[in-house]
Nanobody, 126 residues
Framework: QVQLVESGGGLAQPGGSLRLSCAAS????????MGWFRQAPGKEREFVAA????????AHADSVKGRFTISRDNAKNTVYLSMNSLKPEDTAVYYC???????????????????WGQGARVTVSS
C-alpha cells in the first residue's frame, strides 16, 4: 500500500502561480510512476502530468505544457506540481496518484493508477 497526501492548493489570480506537493509513504520503493490528475465540476478526471519514480523522465498534458512542471524529491518521497501562468480553466480538484506498474506510464488513464490522494482544490479567479 501507498499513502498519498496532497498540500498546497488554494486561490490564485489568473496569471499567478501555485505549487502542489504530494507526500508518499508506505511501499514507496515499489512505485514506478506518479502522476497528477484534475477534475473540474461536471467533468471527467483528466491527466495533467506524470513522472517516473526512478530517473527524471516526465510527461505533461498539452493543455499545461510550458506552464506546469512535475518534479520529485526522492529523499523526501515527495512529488511536486509547479503551476505558472494559471488560467480560470485550471480550476479543479487536483489529485496525486501512484502505481507500481509501468502501465501508468504507457497509458495516462486514471484507471491505470491504483493509489490516490484526497485531492487539493485549486481555484483560479480574479
Amino acid at each position: 500500500q501507498v499513502q498519498l497526501v496532497e498540500s498546497g492548493g488554494g486561490l490564485a489570480q489568473p496569471g499567478g502561480s501555485l505549487r502542489l506537493s504530494c507526500a508518499a509513504s508506505g511501499r514507496t520503493l515499489e512505485i514506478y510512476v506518479m502522476g497528477w490528475f484534475r477534475q473540474a465540476p461536471g467533468k471527467e478526471r483528466e491527466f495533467v502530468a506524470a513522472i517516473k519514480w526512478s530517473g527524471s523522465i516526465t510527461a505533461h498534458a498539452d493543455s499545461v505544457k510550458g506552464r506546469f512542471t512535475i518534479s520529485r524529491d526522492n529523499a523526501k518521497n515527495t512529488v511536486y506540481l509547479s503551476m505558472n501562468s494559471l488560467k480560470p480553466e485550471d480550476t479543479a480538484v487536483y489529485y496525486c496518484a501512484a502505481d507500481f506498474r509501468a502501465l501508468g506510464w504507457n497509458n495516462f488513464s486514471p484507471t491505470n493508477y491504483t493509489y490516490w490522494g484526497q485531492g487539493a482544490r485549486v481555484t483560479v479567479s480574479s
